[in-house]
């Protein structure tokens, strides 16, 4: 599961966004130290890389941000606060994915537009929701797919 999530900051890093990358690396620590983010993800009963576990967790972060679930988080993420730092945003996000752990594990339990088809790979999803830059159609990915929020 590490592994997994630090492969998807890996190629947000080359898609152009740091702040993904960064926030994927903090959940990977996260899961290393037996955090929050551990217990949400520990018995996933099928392949991470297939099921875009890492993007669902950021997924559910981004519409905890979205829906004004926890202000505190939304200010100090990028739309808000352009001069992010991760120093910041990390004690956040763990308190955020502590205290709302029942919403979370609903959440990663709806899967984005075609990630359970184990053709669909993940790095599709992954080009359009790490960087405004980044398509499907300049990736080799055969079906577009949703960026989140």
């Known amino acids: 599961m ?20 960064r926030l994927l690396e903090t959940l990977a620590r996260d899961i290393e130290a037996d955090g929050p983010t551990a217990g949400l993800v520990a018995n996933w009963p099928r392949s991470p890389r297939i099921d875009a ?6 997924g559910a972060l981004h519409a905890g941000v979205l829906s004004g679930r926890d202000p505190a988080l939304a200010a100090e993420y990028p739309a808000a606060r352009p001069d992010w730092d991760m120093a910041r945003v ?60």
């Not at 339990?109 to 790979?121: F, I, K, L, Y």
């Open 2 to 21: 590490i592994d997994h999530f630090r492969q998807q900051a890996r190629f947000c890093e080359e898609y152009g966004s740091p702040f993904m990358a």
């Open 90 to 149: 990390s004690p956040l996000v763990r308190e955020f994915l502590g205290r709302e752990r029942d919403w979370v594990t609903g959440f990663l339990g709806s899967a984005p537009p075609d990630q359970r088809d184990p053709a669909h790979d993940s790095r599709c999803w992954l080009a359009s929701s790490c960087s405004p830059r980044a398509t499907t159609s300049s990736s080799s990915c055969s079906r577009s797919a949703p960026a989140p929020g």
């Open 53 to 58: 576990v890492s993007l669902r967790i950021a």
